[in-house]
C-alpha cells in the first residue's frame, strides 16, 4: 500500500476525503509509478502535476520522500522501503511561491 | 418574469449572482472553485443551463469545468460519476490537455529573440452560438482551439497561428487570444483579438485567418506604427444585428470598422483617456457603446479617482461620462478586458467588475449604477445571461 499526500487544492479536485490517498502498485515502485497510478486513479489530475505530453514536473510542484526533496530526481529511480510499505507517504507539495 | 444570471470570475473563485428581472435583489453564490484564479465563465446561448469554465492555478496548471445546471453542480468534462461508470471505462481526463499542433514554433518575445509556444492558460470561453457541446477557447501563449464534445478533449485550429504569428509578442499581461466573437449571421465567420498580435477574421470556420489591423497605429508600442500584426488589442465588440460592424479598445485608442475589419477608424473623440480595457455594445441599440478610460498605460486606475463608465450613443466620438452611483473619489481600481457584460432585457443592464472586488450593475443603460456586491477577490471577468 503505497500512502500519496496531495496538497489541499488537488483533494479538492479529485474530490478525495482525508489528507492522502493509498495506492496498489503490482511493479517496481519508482516515483513515476506512483503519479501514474494517482493519475489513472483520479484522471482530473493528469496535467496538474506534470506535463499531459512531455510528463515534465510543473515548475511549482515538489516531490519530498522521507523528507528529502525528490523533485529532481529521476521518474523511475525506486522509492525508499518506507515508502513502499506504507510507513511514510509520498508528499506531493505546491512550492513556497507568492508570498 | 426574466431573470439575471451574472457569471464572475475572479483572482479566488468563481461567484454566480442572481436577480429577476427588475435587478434589484441579488443573491450571490459562491466562491465555486475557492482559491483558484477563475479567469473567464460563459454560458452556451443554445442551453443556458451549460456554463464553461475555466479555472486555473499557476501551481497547478488548467482545468476545465462544466455546469450543465446553470451553475449548481459543476464536473470536469469527461469525469462526471455517470460517466465513471459508464461502458466506455474511466476518463482520459484529457479536458485541461492543450496541445498545439504540430510543431509549437516559435514567437517574439519581450527582448526581441525567438521564443518557444507554451500553453499556460485559458483566457475566454466561447461556447457555440447553436451547439451546446461546441466551444472555442482563447489560450496563453496565443492560440484558438474548438471542442466538440462538450469539453472532453480540445483541439488547436492552427491556422490562427499561421497568420504571421512569429511576430505577435506578449504584452505586461502575457500573450493571449483573449476575445472570441461569433458572427450570429455567418456560422463560418469568427473574430479574435489578441494581445499583443491585433485582430484577426476567419472566413472558413477557423481554418484560416487574416490579420484586420488595417487603421491600427501604435506609435509607442510597435517600431512601425502601422504594423500589419503586433498591435496591442485590448479587446472587440459587435452587436448581433450588425456583425460587420465592430469596436475595439486597443492599448490606447477607441476604434470602430463598418466593413468586418477591412479597415478602422479612431473613434476616441473626446474621452478623457481612450486608453482602457473593456468595450461593450448595447443590447438594443447598434450605436450605443461603453468604455471606461483608465489614466494610461503606466497608471492602470480611472482619471481623477472617479470612476466612470463613457458611453457613446454616436457610435463613438461623442461620449458622455457615467458616473451616477459610481464612486467620484478616491478611487483607483481598474476594470480589465473582459469584466463587462450587457443583458438583454429592457432596459439594456450594463454589467462591470472591478479590480477591488466590487460588480456594478445599471439597470437602465449606464444612467444610474449600483453595487451588487463590494468585496470579492478582483474580478477578472463577468458575463450575463438573460433567462426567460
Known amino acids: 500500500m503505497i500512502r500519496v499526500v496531495l496538497p489541499f487544492h488537488l483533494r479538492t479536485l479529485a474530490r478525495v476525503a482525508g489528507d492522502e490517498v493509498r495506492l496498489d502498485l503490482a511493479g517496481p515502485v519508482t516515483l513515476g509509478a506512483v503519479l501514474d497510478a494517482v493519475e489513472q486513479q483520479y484522471p482530473v489530475l493528469r496535467g496538474t502535476m506534470r506535463d499531459h505530453g512531455t510528463l515534465k514536473r510543473r515548475p511549482f510542484i515538489r516531490f519530498f520522500v522521507v523528507k528529502e526533496d525528490w523533485s529532481l530526481e529521476l521518474a523511475d529511480k525506486q522509492l525508499p522501503p518506507e515508502v513502499v510499505d506504507g510507513r511514510e507517504p509520498v508528499l506531493i507539495v505546491g512550492a513556497m511561491a507568492g508570498g | ?388
Open chain 2, 1 to 388: 418574469m426574466s431573470a439575471i444570471r451574472v457569471l464572475v470570475g475572479t483572482k479566488k473563485g468563481a461567484f454566480i449572482l442572481t436577480a429577476d428581472g427588475r435587478r434589484q435583489d441579488w443573491q450571490i453564490s459562491g466562491p465555486h472553485f475557492a482559491g483558484w484564479e477563475m479567469y473567464h465563465l460563459k454560458g452556451s446561448a443554445a442551453d443556458p443551463n451549460r456554463i464553461y469554465a475555466s479555472q486555473s492555478s499557476g501551481w497547478f496548471g488548467q482545468i476545465i469545468q462544466r455546469s450543465d445546471d446553470g451553475g449548481r453542480t459543476w464536473n470536469t468534462p469527461g469525469s462526471s460519476p455517470e460517466e465513471l461508470q459508464g461502458p466506455g471505462g474511466f476518463p482520459r481526463g484529457e479536458s485541461n490537455k492543450f496541445t498545439y499542433a504540430g510543431e509549437a514554433g516559435t514567437h517574439k518575445w519581450y527582448d526581441g529573440t525567438q521564443h518557444p509556444w507554451e500553453f499556460k492558460r485559458v483566457w475566454h470561453i466561447e461556447p457555440s452560438l447553436t451547439d451546446p457541446d461546441t466551444a472555442y477557447a482563447g489560450v496563453e501563449d496565443a492560440a484558438i482551439f474548438k471542442t466538440t464534445d462538450g469539453g472532453r478533449s480540445w483541439q488547436e485550429l492552427p491556422g490562427l497561428r499561421q497568420a504571421k504569428g512569429a511576430l505577435w509578442q506578449p504584452g505586461a499581461g502575457g500573450m493571449a487570444v483573449h476575445t472570441i466573437l461569433l458572427d450570429p449571421k455567418n456560422a463560418k465567420r469568427m473574430y479574435v483579438a489578441i494581445s499583443a498580435g491585433g485582430a484577426f477574421r476567419t472566413d472558413d470556420g477557423g481554418q484560416t485567418w487574416k490579420p484586420i489591423n488595417r487603421g491600427l497605429k501604435s506609435p509607442y508600442e510597435l517600431p512601425d506604427p502601422d504594423a500589419e500584426v503586433g498591435h496591442c488589442v485590448h479587446r472587440i465588440a459587435l452587436h448581433p444585428a450588425r456583425p460587420e460592424v465592430l469596436f475595439m479598445q486597443k492599448h490606447w485608442d477607441v476604434l470602430r470598422t463598418d466593413n468586418a475589419g477591412e479597415h478602422w477608424t479612431e473613434v476616441s473623440g473626446n474621452l478623457p483617456s481612450d486608453f482602457g480595457f473593456p468595450i461593450d455594445v448595447h443590447a438594443h441599440e447598434p450605436e450605443t457603446i461603453y468604455v471606461v478610460p483608465i489614466k494610461s498605460d503606466s497608471e492602470h486606475y480611472p482619471p481623477e479617482g472617479k470612476l466612470r463608465v463613457y458611453r457613446s450613443k454616436t457610435g463613438g466620438q461623442e461620449w458622455e461620462a457615467l458616473g451616477n452611483g459610481l464612486p467620484q473619489k478616491d478611487c483607483y481600481v481598474n476594470v480589465l478586458r473582459d469584466a463587462m457584460a450587457v443583458d438583454a432585457l429592457e432596459p439594456c443592464g450594463i454589467y462591470f467588475g472591478t479590480t477591488g472586488g466590487q460588480v456594478y450593475c445599471s439597470a437602465n443603460g449606464g444612467d444610474s449604477w449600483n453595487a451588487i456586491t463590494r468585496d470579492l477577490p478582483g474580478v477578472l471577468s463577468v458575463e450575463v445571461q438573460t433567462l426567460k
